[in-house]
């Protein structure tokens, strides 16, 4: 009876060393998202540069497209916004933009000063679509193919690594499939 009594705590202890050691091993960047390989959340959202015009998640259909939800007020989307220029410039896919419970003149003002990439940037004044999409922080970016299914999560800054190794093989796979 003795030795149960310091084996089981023994064996706890071992079971959580066992599960600590297993998650220091995971990349926080990789958090599972519900959504890859469902369809991307249905959106109605005014254009930043033209509020009179809506553009819907239909609209985007038949295309391999990029969704990078940004802020004016981000400091890591500042540090990422050359790397979606370059994404951009080089039309690896169409990139929009999803401009996060934020200020259209702060957000016009951005753009302004620091380039536009996108197609179009849509205004999430209110996060309510940022909700849907399982955005929890800026910057973050999703992949999503010609039949409107959400093929990849990014968090956090793009890096010319993921641009690599992630992105451009995901679209070209992508963009080579059948419609």
């Not at 093929?151 to 992508?174: A, S």
């Amino acid at each position: 009876m003795k030795i149960l009594r310091f084996l089981v705590p023994l064996g706890v202890f071992a079971v959580l060393l066992v599960f600590l050691w297993i998650g220091l091993g995971l990349n926080p960047r990789e958090v599972p998202s519900p959504l890859i390989g469902k369809p991307a959340p249905d959106f109605a959202l005014t254009r930043l540069d033209d509020a009179a015009r809506t553009v819907k998640r239909e609209d985007l259909r038949g295309q391999v497209w990029m969704l990078n939800v940004w802020a004016s007020w981000c400091a890591p989307c500042r540090e990422e916004h050359p790397l979606v220029i370059d994404i951009a410039r080089r039309k690896l896919l169409p990139v929009y933009g999803l401009n996060y419970k934020d200020s259209r003149p702060a957000a016009t003002d951005w753009l302004a000063r620091l380039g536009n990439p996108y197609e179009a940037t849509l205004v999430d004044a209110d996060g309510r679509v940022g909700i849907d999409y399982g955005v929890y922080g800026v910057p973050e970016t999703f992949i999503i193919d010609r039949a409107g299914v959400i093929r990849m999560k990014h968090i956090g800054v793009l890096t010319p690594q993921v641009v690599r190794e992630r992105i451009e093989p995901l679209v070209r796979e992508l963009q080579a499939a059948a419609p």
